[in-house]
């Protein structure tokens, strides 16, 4: 009875092998038949007697990796493609490929007693199936192809196989390095791969890739940008903070990165904090208005008017053409008008009532040409125009009204 049963063991792993082999034959055919290889190999690859062979992972990597070759000489020959299932078929193999490799360079002991790779001749094999995925682009363009159908899931994934290979162990021969440069293409395909992963919303993928790259320089700024908003999105504040405050030293002349770290510090109530960071910033880079600006609104928001009236000329005298510094001149005096008209409602004295209204009218006075030269310097600013509709009608100036009305409802 043992016997018969062995036998049967016996003969049902000589059937997974010459199903295995069968494989083979049936992609290399005139007309290949992918569907009944893959039948076979989907057997072989769970079967306890060929799962755990390299060469059973390799031929079904095969399938896949000749599908996709068929497909490539097709488009060569100006044929139309079948762009999913070519990208499909290069993905499947990928994984099988890797999973043949592995296998194959297991440590086993040999007859002799001595440690050898359990299948060095089929590792052999798959190096230059995967050095042809690398030269022909294969993921790339599958990528490309997913992104257009906004399929950003797989869209990373396609990307992250190309720049995979690099990495493989079967690819460390120096000579194959050679040939996959870690140079600006590089950069740029990992630079898609996370925004892909971005648009997927898989935000720990993003990160490490962005992680990776933020000391880098291909487009060093909007990584960082992208790295800081992805920590934003898990309510990461200690990595937020981090990559802002990393940001504000690296990129001295990039005011985005100070401002996003001040407005924390403020909303959370530490602006002395804020201020702090902004000296330290105007200390680097002095020729950048905007961070005096930024300092001149904290000041003026905690009504600290001459110190913020100092912040504003200084931010004008190196960018002269600063709006919104100018702005904030003339707001300085509109919001010391718009106070001093909420305590005049508090006075009940006629006569004083009457000289409270007078200052209150020569403050906001004060502020209108500043407001005039800001929309000068940038006539789409609304913020702008609206303030200066408002002064218009109050100081009855109709012609200015009604030009700056009109401005408004273009």
């Not at 092998?17 to 005139?30: F, G, H, P, T, Y």
């Not at 797989?154 to 120096?174: G, R, T, W």
Request: charge should be negative.
């Amino acid at each position: 009875m043992l016997f018969a049963v062995m036998a049967l063991i016996s003969v049902g792993c000589m059937a997974q092998k010459a199903n295995v082999k069968k494989v083979k034959s049936l992609i290399q055919a005139e007309t290949p038949d992918f569907y009944g290889a893959r039948q076979l190999i989907e057997e072989a690859i769970v079967n306890p007697e060929t799962a755990g062979l390299a060469d059973t992972w390799y031929q079904a990597g095969m399938i896949g990796y000749t599908q996709n070759e068929k497909f490539n000489i097709a488009a060569m020959m100006g044929q139309a493609v079948d762009e999913e299932l070519k990208g499909q078929a290069a993905m499947e193999s990928y994984d099988y490929f890797v999973k043949a490799a592995e296998l194959a360079a297991a440590t086993v002991v040999d007859k002799k007693g001595r440690e050898v790779q359990a299948d060095p001749k089929t590792l052999k094999l798959i190096a230059p199936k995967m050095m042809s995925y690398y030269d022909a682009q294969d993921f790339i363009k599958y990528g490309i192809y997913l992104n257009d159908q906004k399929n950003y899931v797989e869209a990373y994934k396609a990307f992250m196989n190309h720049l995979s290979i690099q990495d493989l162990p079967m690819m460390q021969d120096p000579k194959l390095q050679a040939k996959m440069p870690k140079d600006t293409i590089y950069e740029q395909y990992r630079y898609y791969a996370a925004i892909f992963a971005i648009q997927a919303e898989m935000h720990n993928e993003a990160i490490a890739l962005l992680e990776s790259m933020k000391d880098g320089e291909y487009e060093a700024t909007v990584v960082n940008q992208f790295l800081y908003q992805e920590y934003v999105s898990l309510n990461d504040t200690v990595n937020f903070v981090r990559v802002l405050k990393d940001a504000v030293v690296r990129f001295p002349k990039e005011p985005w990165f100070l401002q996003n770290l001040i407005n924390h510090y403020i909303f959370s109530g530490q602006t002395d904090q804020a201020l702090i960071y902004l000296t330290e910033a105007i200390e680097r880079e002095p020729s950048v208005g905007q961070y005096r600006l930024i300092k001149g609104n904290i000041l003026a928001n905690e009504n600290k008017y001459e110190e913020a009236a100092v912040e504003y000329e200084k931010a004008l005298e190196v960018e002269p053409n600063l709006a919104d510094a100018k702005a904030g001149q003339g707001r300085i005096y509109y919001n010391q008008a718009v106070k001093m008209n909420e305590d005049a409602a508090y006075i009940s004295d006629a006569k004083e009532y009457k000289k409270a209204l007078a200052e209150m009218n020569a403050m906001f006075k004060k502020s209108l040409p500043f407001f005039e030269e800001a929309h000068r310097m940038d006539p789409e600013n609304r913020d702008y125009m609206i303030t200066l509709r408002t002064l218009y009608y109050r100081f009855e100036m109709e012609a200015e009204y009604e030009a700056i009305s009109a401005e408004l409802n273009k």
